[in-house]
């Protein structure tokens, strides 16, 4: 069974940064994509960003294009989110998840792991 375990949320000030990991284990990591995703209060779960599994290809949601930046590490079976110039609204529960179904994709569906997700929360 494949397990995700995501870290390094907290409380930021705005403009400041975080840095997120999502580990990964009980399957190989490779040939899988693995996105983030976040879910503020009162809304839906929404795409963030993903990465194919050779880390060549990379995909944004618009509002976080130029200040998010996905990476992986295979080897340590580890996806990071760096996340700089924070804003109010980035505030949410970021969920990093994975999926050998599919090559690439933003769609919630389409991924089938799931990690318990992590506070990340933005202080105007």
């Known amino acids: 069974q494949v397990q995700l375990v995501e870290s390094g949320g907290g409380l930021v000030q705005a403009g400041g940064s975080l840095r997120l990991s999502c580990e990964a284990s009980?399957?190989?990591?490779?040939?899988?994509?693995v996105g983030w995703f976040r879910q503020a209060p009162g809304k839906e779960r929404e795409f963030v960003t993903a990465?194919?599994?050779?880390?060549?290809?990379?995909y944004y949601a618009d509002s976080v294009k130029g200040r998010f930046t996905i990476s992986r590490d295979n080897a340590k079976y580890t996806v990071y989110l760096q996340m700089n110039s924070l804003k109010p609204e980035d505030t949410a529960v970021y969920y990093c998840?994975?999926?050998?179904?599919?090559?690439?994709?933003?769609?919630?569906?389409?991924?089938?792991?799931w990690g318990q997700g992590t506070q990340v929360t933005v202080a105007s």
């Open positions: 998840a994975t999926s050998w179904r599919v090559r690439d994709s933003t769609k919630r569906d389409e991924y089938d792991y």
């Open positions: 009980g399957r190989t990591f490779s040939n899988n994509i």
């Open positions: 990465i194919s599994w050779s880390g060549g290809s990379t």
